[in-house]
């Protein structure tokens, strides 16, 4: 998603059309968004510039905390059945849309069944699938009013869950579970979520102005419910997919915060105290096609996953403070009873050894006599992408012999590539959708996944994780789940990621979440402060 380097001539030329070098106002926080998004409709999108735009405007049942843990937001407090199943919120007295319409129970159950409906065919339908009924009713094998979800009054809202989900309320403080405005959406459908004009918010701030590919911008929603709380007057987001441009308007005063500055401009911008590292849930790793030859053999899968000197790539071609991935699942997920984290937990799971390396390609029956396949790794087109993937060719070429070529792709292409199984290795990510290891085992436990990859024993542990209420015992089904792809060597982990940004260090009280969004709720300007 993030662009490469773009010229600093056309840089300057863009940030002479934002204001022409004014300073962002003192009661304002000038964040500049790396790409335009497509539609401010929380069903519908799925891309971080969108959702951080979202988390400002709309509000879920709950918030997440400077901790990442759900509190209190729409709703006020909820009861938790014994079993795990059943969840009933109560909202909160007087909580309105920005233009003064009452929040209702009626308004979440409307919205959540949207996300489910078939005909809006929403790609993030699936987050609700723990619902009872819903995926049913996705798949048009029920009916909507067969979901689980239930207005019983105005400020009422019963859930009802297929199975004990631990993470549940964490997963109402996701976008796809923010309420949409049931009056507005019905009355401009394909209009509401694209327009300043039909905006209507929930959340700490409003829109005012949306100027396409250009600004958005927001002042403090007064009807919000915890409207006290919010400091700032008002909220700008810039628009550029340059990262020189992006970089321009912060370092130049137009701006005072973004993201992903130029790896080449890491130890200047530390120098001046700009550049920062936020944590962000997820995982860059080569996905094998487990049953493309020749790695429809483990054993040569074990020998090229072996082969890979982590510390290496990250330190000479990665950088930008990443961690060596030796897991799936990556650090940041403590376990609120324990305290501990679920990687602390599991250890490394991955092994670098190239003499086992070559001894696991022997075992497949390849050696000079028998020399491996032709081999080509897969990327969608970015520079770091091709950097990587030409360090692994090294890698391999050095520790195996092997022959690998390298074949990018423009994103969707590569994306439909992949799906379709029509490659051999490839790159991949993923981020964090929830606060939960299930998020990552999950990825490999559908019949459709992008690996081809079907492991019984495997589906059966992470069902199990899904099923159980038992928080011990779920947690080492997710353990032994894990282990189970570093036996099959379904993947290589290479890093685990994070959210390089530079902000002028006046900006406080902003929280990044490991999901990659960051809040500005309580944000403010450290001379205002006070």
């Known amino acids: 998603m993030k662009r490469i380097l773009a010229a600093i001539g056309l840089g300057l030329l863009l940030v002479a059309c934002w204001g022409c070098g004014a300073a962002p106002r003192p009661d304002t926080v000038s964040y500049v968004l790396e790409a335009e998004p497509s539609r401010l409709d929380p069903a519908m999108t799925t891309a971080l510039p969108e959702s951080n735009v979202e988390l400002q405007i709309f509000e879920g049942l709950t918030r997440l905390d400077d901790h990442d843990v759900p509190q209190p937001a729409l709703a006020a407090s909820w009861q938790i059945s014994p079993d795990g199943k059943v969840y009933t919120f109560y909202l909160r007295d ?15 159950e409307y919205s959540w069944k949207r996300v489910l409906n078939p005909d809006v065919a929403s790609e993030n339908a699936y987050m609700l699938f723990c619902i009872d009924k819903a995926e049913a009713y996705f798949n ?20 009802r869950l297929t199975n004990p989900t631990a993470y549940f309320l964490n997963l109402t403080a996701f976008h796809c579970y923010y309420p949409v405005p049931k009056h507005v959406v019905e009355a401009r459908p394909d ?15 409003k829109i005012t102005a949306w100027n396409h590919s250009s600004q958005i911008d927001m002042v403090k929603n007064d009807a919000y419910w915890d409207a006290g709380a919010v400091v700032l007057d008002r909220l700008e987001f810039p628009i550029s997919d340059s990262q020189a441009t992006r970089l321009t308007l912060v370092e130049s005063g137009q701006a005072n ?17 700009l550049y920062k590292i936020a944590p962000y849930l997820g995982s860059y790793y080569y996905v094998f096609n487990v049953q493309k030859p020749p790695f429809d053999d483990v054993n040569v899968r074990r020998a090229f996953a072996a082969a890979v000197r982590r510390e290496e790539l990250v330190r000479y071609v990665v950088r930008a403070q990443k961690e060596a991935a030796y897991a799936w699942v990556p650090p940041g997920i403590v376990d609120e009873k324990t305290g501990r984290d679920f990687r602390e937990e599991g250890g490394d799971l991955a092994v670098e050894d190239e003499a086992a390396a070559r001894a696991y390609l022997k075992a497949a029956g390849y050696d000079e006599d028998h020399p491996l396949p032709e081999v080509t790794i897969l990327f969608n087109t970015n520079e770091m992408h091709k950097a990587i993937a030409e360090a692994m060719q090294s890698m391999w070429k050095d520790a195996l012999g092997a022959d690998v070529f390298l074949a990018n792709q423009e994103s969707k292409v590569f994306l439909a590539t992949r799906s379709q199984g029509d490659y051999q290795i490839a790159r991949a990510s993923w981020i964090a959708d929830y ?58 982990p290479i890093y685990y990621t994070t959210q390089p940004y530079v902000v002028q260090p006046y900006v406080k009280g902003y929280h990044w979440s490991p999901l990659g969004v960051v809040d500005f709720k309580r944000a403010y300007l450290e001379d205002q402060k006070g």
């Open 191 to 205: 209009t509401w979520a694209a327009d300043a004009e039909t905006m209507v918010c929930s959340g700490p701030y």
């Open 94 to 108: 007087g909580i309105c849309w920005s233009d003064g319409t009452p929040i209702t129970a009626q308004d979440i």
């Open 257 to 273: 915060m973004t993201v992903e500055p130029p790896p080449s401009e890491q130890e200047r911008l530390e120098a001046l105290g």
């Open 435 to 492: 606060v939960d290891p299930m998020t990552f085992l999950d990825v490999f436990a559908d019949r459709d996944n992008d690996a081809r990859y079907h492991n019984v024993i495997y589906n059966n542990l992470v069902q199990a994780a899904k099923e159980t209420n038992d928080p011990a015992l779920r947690r080492q089904y997710m353990h032994e789940a894990e282990q189970i792809l570093f036996d099959d060597c379904v993947i290589i």
């Open 140 to 159: 048009r094998q029920a009916r909507a009013d067969e979901v689980g979800v239930t207005a019983l009054d105005d400020k009422t809202l019963q859930v």
